[in-house]
Nanobody, 123 residues
Framework: QVQLVESGGGSVQAGGSLRLSCAAS????????MAWFRQAPGKEREGVAI???????SYSDSVKGRFTISEDNAKRTLYLQMNNLKPEDTAMYYC?????????????????WGQGTQVTVSS
């Protein structure tokens, strides 16, 4: 069992930046895919950034060029750097981990989840 705890959310104005953190009880870069998902009220949970076991990264079109996923394996922490935030980025953000996510951007392909951290962007 992997335990994940997110932090770093908050309220910012459009154009601002935030860095989210996800502390993991245990993970190894080579053994787990890591991801950030988000869910806004009334909308489906969507994948926004994925890191593969080999270091490959993938981003949804809506955040590409603005968000960056990274990790510090020694600290067992996953990060999401979010720049040029837009009101449509407002959502609860979750980190996730899995050894074999069949579909990277499908939430039900991921087995381990954090509790979430709220991000609110005002115009």
């Amino acid at each position: 069992q992997v335990q994940l705890v997110e932090s770093g959310g908050g309220s910012v104005q459009a154009g601002g930046s935030l860095r989210l953190s996800c502390a993991a009880s245990e993970y190894t870069f080579s053994n787990y895919y890591m991801a950030w998902f988000r869910q806004a009220p009334g909308k489906e949970r969507e994948g926004v950034a994925i890191r593969g076991r080999d270091g490959t990264t993938s981003y949804s079109d809506s955040v590409k060029g603005r968000f960056t996923i990274s990790e510090d394996n020694a600290k067992r922490t996953l990060y999401l750097q979010m720049n040029n935030l837009k009101p449509e980025d407002t959502a609860m953000y979750y980190c996730a981990a899995d050894r074999y996510p069949v579909r990277w951007y499908a939430w039900n392909s991921w087995g381990y989840w954090g509790q979430g951290t709220q991000v609110t962007v005002s115009s």
